[in-house]
């Protein structure tokens, strides 16, 4: 029998392209997800990708008793990875209870609906956000969690000590792999799937490629005077399916492996790290033309520099990421000229 896995927040960027990692590896996937960032037209694409339409529900995960009954229903369920939430670091600034509510809520039920209903491990969607600026580079899984620059932020760190202390409250009944994600970019090689952000993207590359595609007029780069090779603000930019595969080698840690530590952190990067301008002249090579630009002042709570050290995930969960930054970009332009009809 194929192992029965949940995974919430399924339809949305990243879960929707480990729902593909995982229907290919075997496991039985079931999602949850309120669309509240992403299109039920997902489960179509992930069909098509793979030849299986996962098992799908439609409800908020803050509701309680729509996560207990939904657990009493799926009784063989082995384990969860939980991507639900919400993720925009300056509507979290704007709107703090609403990132509070729904990225701590929805975590608590489920963990309370595990212990109830015997579901023994899950993988939670963490992120670099909680290292802050690292003193010390590349930054490993042991660096200090510095004071969180956003509400979002703080609700990753919020969330880590929630599972943490749930965690050892439920005594070995329960294990559990915070990945700490940094910069998730590109699509699925089929462009079947990719990132969608909704109106003006916030982040770098979706920026670039509507920039690209003629959506935006030029874009702007946030500041030139950071202590970096030229200036500008240095990030670690990993391929969303070598993200995506991390998972699938988390959950087999989980389930398959007679490994018995009740929760782990891993850093899920390249462990390179690249500039701003950097990231441009790499998509500018692998389209063959100039992209617009400018250069403008810092934006308020960006750090300086982070990498990840992989070494912990390269040699304890046998992963590392493979694609190039070419690659990487190269996936992202196609999905854009995609969606945008684009030659
Ligand atoms: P996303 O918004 O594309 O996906 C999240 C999905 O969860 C969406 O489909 C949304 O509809 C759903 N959702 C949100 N709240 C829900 C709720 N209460 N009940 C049911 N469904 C709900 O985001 P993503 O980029 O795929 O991120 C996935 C996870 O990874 C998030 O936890 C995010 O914080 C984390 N993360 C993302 C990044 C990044 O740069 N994308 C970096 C680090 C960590
Ligand atoms: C990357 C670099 C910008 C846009 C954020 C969250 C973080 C994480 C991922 C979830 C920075 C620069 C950007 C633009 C620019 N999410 N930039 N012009 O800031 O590393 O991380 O998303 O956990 O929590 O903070 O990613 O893609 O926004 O920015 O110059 O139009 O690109 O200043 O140096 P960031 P990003």
Redesign the pocket.
């Known amino acids: 029998m194929k192992k029965q896995v949940l995974v ?8 929707s392209h480990t729902v593909v990692e995982l229907q290919n590896e075997g496991f039985e996937v079931f999602i ?7 299109n039920i037209e997902v489960l179509d694409r992930i069909e098509k990708i793979t030849g299986i339409r996962p098992h799908f529900e439609e ?4 509701d309680r008793t729509k996560v207990q009954a939904y657990f009493q229903k799926h009784e063989n369920l082995e384990a969860i990875i ?6 925009a670091v300056g509507e979290s600034v704007e709107k703090p209870l609403l990132y509070y509510r ?2 701590l809520v ?1 975590l608590m039920n489920l963990l309370e609906a595990m212990d109830q209903y015997n579901v023994p491990s899950i993988v939670f ?5 909680v290292y802050g600026q690292p003193e010390v580079l590349p930054v490993t899984e042991e660096a200090p969690i510095q004071e969180a620059t956003s509400p ?1 932020g703080n609700t ?1 760190q919020i969330c880590e000590e929630i599972l943490h202390d749930s965690i050892s409250a439920y005594n070995g009944s329960v294990r559990g792999i915070a990945l700490r ?1 940094f ?2 970019i590109g699509a699925h090689a089929t462009a079947e799937i990719g ?1 969608l952000p909704v109106g003006v993207p916030q ?1 770098l590359v979706p920026y670039i490629t509507q920039t690209a595609a003629g959506l935006r007029d030029e874009l702007s780069i946030f500041g030139e005077d950071y202590d970096t090779a030229d200036g500008t603000a240095v990030r670690d930019y990993i391929h969303v399916v070598d993200l995506a595969k991390a998972h699938v080698v988390a959950i087999r840690r989980l389930v398959e492996e007679n490994n018995k530590k009740p929760l782990e952190f891993f850093n899920i990067g390249t462990g390179t790290g690249l500039t701003v301008l950097q990231l441009v002249q790499a998509f500018e090579k692998v389209t063959g033309k100039p992209l617009n630009y400018k250069i403008v002042g810092r934006r308020a709570g960006d750090i300086e520099k982070v990498w990840a050290e992989t070494t912990f995930a390269n040699e304890e969960l046998g992963w590392k990421a493979e694609s190039s930054v070419e690659e990487t970009l190269a996936s992202a332009w196609i999905w854009e000229k995609k969606i945008r009809n684009l030659d």
């Open positions: 919430t927040g399924g339809v949305g960027y990243i879960g949850v997800d309120n669309l509240s960032n992403s409800f908020d995960l803050c939980h991507f639900a939430a919400s993720k729904n990225n929805s969607s963490s992120s670099c956000t979002y990753k994600y910069n998730p990132e982040n």
